[in-house]
């Protein structure tokens, strides 16, 4: 495990900047969100060795953030909470969401409830507890609140009672109501501090919907569809603007499905494990440009996963491309490889959302009269 930390200054309430640790950090989206939203990234931490890579090079070496490398059950958030954030200051928010595969829908039966991985939220919560930040926000995929997992949050919510934290009800958000151009739903749990007065709308109020959105509210706007995405020119020289190579009898397949959303029983092609059941519809199927694009899967590079066949070139899509449907700016690198960049796309909190969710949290932290 290694870290870099560096000497803080003291600085008042009134004059200092707003500051953030993130948790499960992986390539940096939560983190990359807080600073556009003006926050300062005081420490993160992440596990895998090859976000902790994109996580330097696109974060830490260039803001000073402390990266923790390695299992965060070996972290101790003491050491963050003197190292990081300093004596006589404090942490405003909190970040992270632990991994989800423990909550994942495409867990079956009971697969999860005893997964070990799942502990990982009470870690979260050691964090909570040590560095006492004003706010903290959990993301997750919306499993986590299947019945089977209710004791894992009744846990979460008794520690937050018992440590004086004020947790709101896990809300569900799409992140395309907030201009991602995907269909992304995910939980988010806020907690409040009990000595804090926050006046906060939340969730954020959404900024783009579907036609029946639209004529109920006219200040929305439309979501934004794939087309945005592939309208966008590539960068010279853009180590991510790469697809899966595929063989030539595939590359057959995709040239037979129909451009534009193209599904892949279309194409005529049969996989045994397609046969008998009208399942497994979207696996090697065109990305529809005038929709929402699906769900950007840790998987999302590999057509054989879902739909994230290009919808008009035969191939799958680019980590660039699947990059720009979370919205990371072209400028932002994911290191690692093809597969190991494309698992970092698809963890990762979509920037634009993150964005949006940190500056409403921000607004509440700073109309607080209690905030000195």
């Keep these: 495990m290694t870290a870099k930390c560096r000497k803080k200054e003291s600085k008042s309430s009134a004059d200092r900047p707003l500051v953030c640790v993130d948790l499960f950090a992986g390539a940096g989206g939560f983190s990359f969100a807080a600073m556009q939203a003006g926050f300062t990234v005081a420490a993160a931490v992440e596990?895998?060795?090859?976000?902790?890579?994109?996580?330097?090079?696109?974060?830490?070496?260039?803001?000073?953030?402390?990266?923790?490398?390695?299992?965060?059950?070996?972290?101790?958030?003491?050491?963050i909470k003197k190292l990081d954030i300093g004596d006589g200051q404090e942490c405003d928010v909190?970040?992270?969401?632990?991994?989800?595969?423990?909550?994942?829908?495409?867990?079956?039966?009971?697969?999860?409830?005893?997964?070990?991985?799942?502990?990982?939220?009470?870690?979260?919560?050691?964090?909570?507890?040590?560095?006492?930040?004003?706010?903290?926000?959990?993301?997750?995929?919306?499993?986590?609140?299947?019945?089977?997992?209710?004791?894992?949050?009744?846990?979460?919510?008794?520690?937050?009672?018992?440590?004086?934290?004020?947790?709101?009800q896990p809300i569900e958000i799409d992140a395309r109501d907030y201009g991602v151009p995907q269909r992304r739903k995910r939980v988010f749990?806020?907690?409040?501090?009990?000595?804090?007065?926050?006046?906060?709308?939340?969730?954020?109020?959404?900024?783009?919907?579907?036609?029946?959105?639209?004529?109920?509210?006219?200040?929305?706007q439309p979501w934004l569809s794939a087309q945005t995405v592939f309208q966008m020119d590539d960068v010279a020289g853009d180590i991510n603007n790469v697809h899966m190579r595929h063989s030539p009898e595939l590359i057959k397949v995709f040239k037979a499905t129909p451009k534009n959303g193209g599904s892949r029983h279309q194409s005529g092609r049969v996989l045994k494990c397609h046969q008998g059941h009208d399942g497994h519809k979207d696996v090697y199927g065109r990305i529809d440009p005038l929709k929402p694009a699906p769900t950007m899967t840790t998987a999302c590079i590999n057509p054989s996963k879902g739909r994230f066949v290009h919808p008009t070139e035969d191939h799958g899509i680019t980590v660039r491309q699947a990059a720009r449907f979370q919205t990371f700016p072209d400028s932002f690198q994911f290191e690692g490889g093809l597969i190991a960049s494309g698992v970092q796309v698809g963890n990762a909190v979509p920037v634009k959302l993150g964005q949006i969710l940190m500056e409403t949290i921000k607004e509440g932290l700073i109309s607080d009269p209690k905030k000195k």
């Design 47 to 79: 596990l895998n060795a090859h976000a902790c890579k994109t996580y330097k090079k696109n974060i830490a070496d260039a803001h000073g953030v402390s990266l923790y490398e390695g299992d965060i059950l070996g972290v101790c958030p003491d050491t």
């Design 94 to 168: 909190l970040l992270g969401g632990p991994p989800c595969q423990g909550f994942s829908v495409h867990r079956i039966k009971g697969a999860g409830v005893d997964d070990p991985r799942n502990q990982l939220i009470l870690k979260y919560f050691e964090f909570v507890k040590t560095i006492r930040p004003k706010v903290f926000l959990m993301e997750n995929v919306p499993g986590m609140l299947w019945e089977r997992h209710r004791t894992f949050l009744d846990a979460f919510y008794l520690q937050a009672r018992a440590t004086d934290y004020k947790v709101l």
């Design 189 to 220: 749990i806020l907690g409040i501090r009990g000595d804090m007065d926050l006046d906060i709308h939340w969730p954020p109020r959404p900024t783009h919907g579907d036609a029946k959105a639209l004529e109920q509210d006219e200040t929305l």
